[in-house]
């Protein structure tokens, strides 16, 4: 699948009243990624997460940003042409 070509991090946030994408689609879609991808579950939303409980799906989508942004950070010495953060 097409999904198994993205190598950057994925975070899928999922609401666990979605009836037309059920919950056992995302965790089957989980791993057809190229890399690991997280899985989180508001759930009481439905397909519009970001709409139903943006506070749950903006926390959700920080911490996963900060991750990100913590994994640059370390590696960002070793690997060549990536630029490094500026404070």
Known sequence: PAHAKITAPVLLIWGGRARFFPLRD???????????????????????????????????????FDACFERRTASAGTVSG??????
């Open 26 to 64: 995302a965790r089957t879609m989980r791993h057809t990624f190229g890399t690991e991808a997280s899985l989180v579950v508001v759930e009481d939303a439905g397909l519009m997460v970001h709409e139903e409980r943006p506070d749950a799906f903006n926390a959700a989508l920080g911490q996963h």
């Open 82 to 87: 990536v630029a490094s953060p500026v404070s």
